[in-house]
């Protein structure tokens, strides 16, 4: 499985940017997609996640009504549109594929197997 987040960089505080993933090495319709980020200093979370065939997302508070997860199956892709940015948004950010739950997944009570190379995100003026 290879996973790669792309389409991080600096942006200033209210703005906005979209994340990209590709996935490639297995079916991605069966599979959870999950967003984590990793912020300087700190513990790696959970931030968004979408289950096979848009069934549902689940997103943490932080986030909530400012981020939005979506998936391509056809491009083996998944996405995430954040709004609103703070600067406590700074992290790398990296996506995961897993066949689990999202509410597993997100709270990392079920941890990736694999995850991939993650992108920069900065928010700062």
């Known amino acids: 499985v290879q996973l790669q987040a792309s389409g991080g960089g600096l942006v200033q505080p209210g703005g906005s940017l979209k994340l990209s993933c590709e996935v490639s090495?297995?079916?991605?319709?069966?599979?959870?997609i999950t967003w984590f980020r990793q912020p300087p200093g700190k513990e790696r979370e959970g931030v968004a996640c979408?289950?096979?065939?848009?069934?549902?997302?689940v997103y943490a508070d932080s986030v909530k009504g400012r981020f939005t997860i979506s998936r391509d199956d056809a491009k083996k892709s998944s996405y995430l549109q954040m709004d609103t940015l703070k600067p406590e948004d700074t992290a790398v950010y990296f996506c995961?594929?897993?066949?689990?739950?999202?509410?597993?997944?997100?709270?990392?009570?079920?941890?990736?197997?694999?995850w991939g190379q993650g992108t920069q995100v900065t928010v700062s003026s």
């Open positions: 995961t594929a897993e066949l689990a739950p999202c509410d597993q997944l997100l709270t990392l009570w079920i941890r990736p197997s694999s």
């Open positions: 979408i289950a096979p065939s848009n069934t549902g997302t």
């Open positions: 090495g297995l079916s991605l319709r069966y599979y959870a």
